[in-house]
């Protein structure tokens, strides 16, 4: 039995698609006629209407009558073949450790907020960017003090203001380490088509970690960007953060799901990174 690796490309942007992709791919995996039932285990799930544009499973796969191993290039081409026209595709595979988990395996994972300023209306947005990101009608925001905001976020802290409450809350330790909280000049996707169309202001903002709690990325989007709308001071944002409680955090000020995106899973102990 070898245990495989594998990064994918979809563009399910809910969660109940994911379990989607997960039997779709499963059954797919049949098509090579392997020896054991093969299980997907995916790295990272994501919240409903939030965008993967990569991620990573693995699963294990014994050929019969002791047929060799398919080698990594094989695999891939094999699997895609048979998705056929499937919204998904297998961009690389690993061959990894028996005992390899690609969701606990994983040191870090790193998510992208794209955000549209000066949009009045969602059809002055490019139809490469409906539903991709989060259209604000400011024409501009503070960044500096979204730089402040972001300073004061990242590190290790308690982020219970920053969780939605679920099933899981009280299984999950709230306390987290931020890696990253960047905040950088973005793009519209129709400039990759189209490079002399009208540039509308975007913002990037990145975030990594080895894990997130439910729906936090998107509550320190919506207050970083609360910071740069003037609608919420740094101090005020240092209070939620210190009172450690769901409940401290304004109702509505979180960001929409449909500007996030996780961009890539990183396996520092196997050497490889996935974009």
């Not at 998904?88 to 390899?100: G, M, N, Q, S």
């Not at 300023?117 to 259209?135: A, E, K, R, V």
């Not at 903002?205 to 003037?230: C, I, P």
Request: glycine content about 4%; charged content about 20%; hydrophobic content about 40%.
């Amino acid at each position: 039995t070898v245990t495989f690796r594998v990064n994918m490309h979809n563009r399910a942007r809910h969660t109940e698609m994911l379990y989607f992709i997960i039997t779709i791919f499963e059954c797919t995996t049949t098509r090579l006629r392997p020896v054991n039932p093969v299980s997907l285990s995916v790295s990272s799930r994501t919240d409903t209407g939030v965008h993967a544009l990569s991620n990573s499973a693995h699963f294990d796969l014994q050929r019969k009558n002791d047929k060799l191993p398919f080698t990594e290039d094989i695999l891939v081409q094999a699997l895609n073949f048979h998705l056929g026209t499937e919204q998904i595709r297998i961009t690389r595979a690993h061959r990894v450790p028996h005992d390899f988990h690609a969701r606990f395996r994983a040191q870090s994972r790193t998510y992208v907020y794209r955000i549209a300023l000066g949009i009045s209306h969602h059809s002055l947005l490019p139809l490469t960017d409906w539903d991709l990101c989060w259209s604000l009608r400011n024409t501009e925001l503070n960044v500096d003090a979204m730089h402040e905001a972001a300073s004061l976020l990242v590190g290790t802290h308690d982020f219970s203001s920053f969780r939605a409450v679920n099933s899981d809350l009280p299984f999950k330790n709230p306390v987290k380490t931020m890696d990253v909280i960047s905040i950088q000049q973005g793009n519209s996707f129709i400039l990759i088509l189209f490079p002399f169309s009208r540039e509308i202001p975007f913002w990037e903002l990145t975030f990594t970690s080895k894990s997130f709690l439910y729906k936090q990325v998107r509550r320190m989007t919506g207050a970083m960007v609360a910071v740069g709308q003037g609608l919420l001071s740094v101090p005020q944002l240092k209070k939620i953060l210190e009172a450690r409680d769901s409940l401290a955090y304004p109702q509505g000020m979180a960001a929409p799901a449909h500007g996030l995106f996780l961009t890539r899973v990183d396996y520092r102990d196997t050497g490889e990174n996935k974009n």
